[in-house]
């Protein structure tokens, strides 16, 4: 595979995150990580290269590096009660440069392409890990506690802040702009795009107290501005990938522009 072809991501491929669900240690991943470092990875990096040129295709100003854009398999577990060592789906994101002409890989406004199989990498469920004394083992809990992952592949677009200062520079700005934000919500929804609900704070956000009750309060108090983009397995598994997630990523180009705008 050379690095300006993407073939998509092999069904046999795509069974070491299976696997690695199942026996998450390190006796497991050392023994089967050629998979990872020899298949799984260099298609991860042959899919930035062909979204880069996708993007530019589109004007979209957003670029990925074919090796500084890829999150580590790694978990950080130092604060986790969850100690097991090994993400099971491989991913990574795709931004703007800032205005220096740096990049960063967590710069405001980005793109970001987590790849699973379908449906999750998760093992058929076993009905006899139910331990009746600990809620944690039911499937409702597992499926609740693996949030935006283990469901499946998926892209998603828009402004994952982290940082107070950026996050209140955002709900200034739709604060500022109540139209223009609407405009974006239509914007998005033509497209059939929905935000996601953006981890919101159960009260109105110091300073934006006046916008309880009204129009704008679930906008302002999200804390993330995201759109997302289920994928199939045969969308993963095709050549044409790049394009679909590129399609998305200008369908939900009107968000990213107004997050730019607010962000300075």
């Known amino acids: ?68 854009s890829v999150f580590r398999i790694h978990r950080d577990v130092r604060f986790s009660k ?29 793109v970001y392409v987590h790849i699973e199989p379908e449906g999750g990498p998760a093992p058929a469920f076993d009905p006899e890990t139910i331990d009746p004394l600990d809620p944690s083992t039911l499937p409702s809990a597992q499926a609740a506690e693996a949030g935006y992952f283990g469901n499946g592949p998926f892209a998603a677009a828009g402004f994952y802040l982290t940082e107070r200062p950026d ?23 033509a497209k059939g795009l929905a935000l996601d ?20 309060e679930a906008a302002l108090k999200r804390t993330r501005w995201l759109v997302r983009r289920p994928l199939t397995g045969t969308e993963i598994g095709g050549e044409g990938l790049a394009e679909i997630i590129a399609d998305f990523v200008a369908a939900a180009r009107p968000l990213l522009a107004f997050g730019w705008k607010a962000l300075g």
Do not use: C
Request: hydrophobic share 45%.
């Open 167 to 189: 996050i209140d520079a955002f709900r200034r700005a739709i604060a500022a702009d109540p139209k223009g934000w609407a405009a974006v919500e239509k914007a998005l929804a």
């Open 82 to 110: 969850d100690k097991r060592p090994y993400k099971t789906h491989v991913s990574a994101t795709l931004t703007r440069a800032n205005l220096d002409g740096t990049w960063q890989k967590l710069s405001p406004g980005l």
């Open 1 to 68: 595979m050379t690095r300006t072809s993407f073939p998509g991501f092999a069904a046999a491929d795509l069974a070491f995150l299976t696997g690695l669900a199942a026996h998450n240690d390190r006796d497991w991943f050392t023994a089967n990580r050629a998979v990872y470092d020899q298949r799984l990875k260099p298609t991860l990096a042959a899919l930035i290269d062909a979204l880069n040129a996708a993007f530019a295709a589109r004007d979209l100003p957003l670029a990925g590096d074919p090796k500084k």
């Open 197 to 216: 609900p953006g981890e919101p704070t159960k009260r109105m956000p110091k300073g934006f107290e006046d916008h309880a009750g009204g129009p704008l």
